[in-house]
């Protein structure tokens, strides 16, 4: 089951998701297609797929320091030179940063199913980085070209997707087959990280401080109103980061922290470095 089934405007729009995600199911694997032969006459090719594209990026960068940037309040507080000088995992909404600094992070991630889909337009004129998204968000681009889907297991019936308690949180250790997730898109940015081959990590932006949200909320989805619209902005960088209407996610902190301690294990092990 789709979690975004509930949310289609009707039956059409539900069928064209599903294709598109179809779409981007058939491609994640090498597969059967065409490419221009000669004089642009198509002809019959084996194709890579996602998986076998990001495959390609493994150790791209062994050895080299890594910045994750995150989207907290403390963003503002670093200056965007010391960020260009290592290699760039950004999320979400940091593109909105990206005229400011004048340059965009080499990669830019996604995986929050509301999330992806109130930046899906924004998205389109956002050059520079590398975009990758799990693969259910396809469904909310009509044009794919220049993404990589990863493949992230979220939903098991209509319940939201961890995994089984006895092993949460797993940390991948091959970011080409599978990504777990731990609560925050910053698990999974880390696991990229570590895919790459990067050594150290930094961490920027991440305050993990949601103010008073988690008390009054459970973890889960709700809509930005105007009660809650100055909480809300308090937790980014841009406090017009969200919009009244927009549906967000409520973190759960604990999850998280579990999340955090099993990145820094799997890194430790490794005899690599994260440093917030």
């Known amino acids: 089951m789709i979690a975004w089934k509930k949310n289609a405007a009707n039956r059409w ?15 994640y694997f090498d597969h059967l297609g065409f490419q221009p032969g000669p004089f ?12 076998s594209k990001i495959a390609s990026l493994r150790n791209r960068y062994i050895g080299q320091a890594c ?3 995150c989207n907290g309040p403390s963003l503002q507080s670093i200056p965007p030179e010391k960020i260009k000088k ?19 992070t080499d990669f830019l991630v996604f995986e929050d199913i509301e999330q992806f889909e109130i930046r899906a337009q924004d998205l389109r004129a956002v050059n520079g980085p590398i975009k990758m998204a799990a693969i259910y968000n396809a469904y909310a681009l009509s044009r794919v070209r220049e993404w990589l889907f990863f493949n992230a297991p979220r939903c098991t019936g209509s319940h939201y997707y961890f995994s089984p308690e006895d092993i949460y949180p797993q940390f991948s250790k091959d970011f080409a087959s599978v990504v777990h997730l731990g609560s925050t898109i910053t698990y999974i940015m880390l696991q990229l990280a570590f895919h790459l081959g990067c050594d150290p990590v930094y961490i920027v932006g991440l305050d993990h401080d949601y103010g008073k949200l988690p008390d009054l909320f459970p973890p889960g989805k709700i809509t930005v ?3 809650n619209y100055e909480l809300v902005r308090q937790c980014h960088f841009d406090p017009h980061y969200y919009k009244l209407g927009d549906v967000i996610g409520v973190p759960w902190v604990e999850k998280q922290e579990m999340a955090y301690q099993a990145a820094l294990e799997a890194f430790s ?4 470095t994260i440093i917030n």
């Open 13 to 27: 729009k539900h069928l064209l998701y599903q294709k598109r995600v179809a779409l981007a199911q058939l491609r």
């Open 40 to 51: 642009n006459f198509p002809k019959p090719a084996l194709l890579r797929g996602y998986q």
């Open 67 to 69: 910045t994750l940037v």
């Open 86 to 104: 290592t290699v760039t995992i950004g999320c979400n909404g940091i593109y909105k940063k990206f005229d400011d600094w004048g340059f965009s």
């Open 225 to 227: 109103n105007e009660e």
């Open 269 to 272: 092990e490794a005899g690599r």
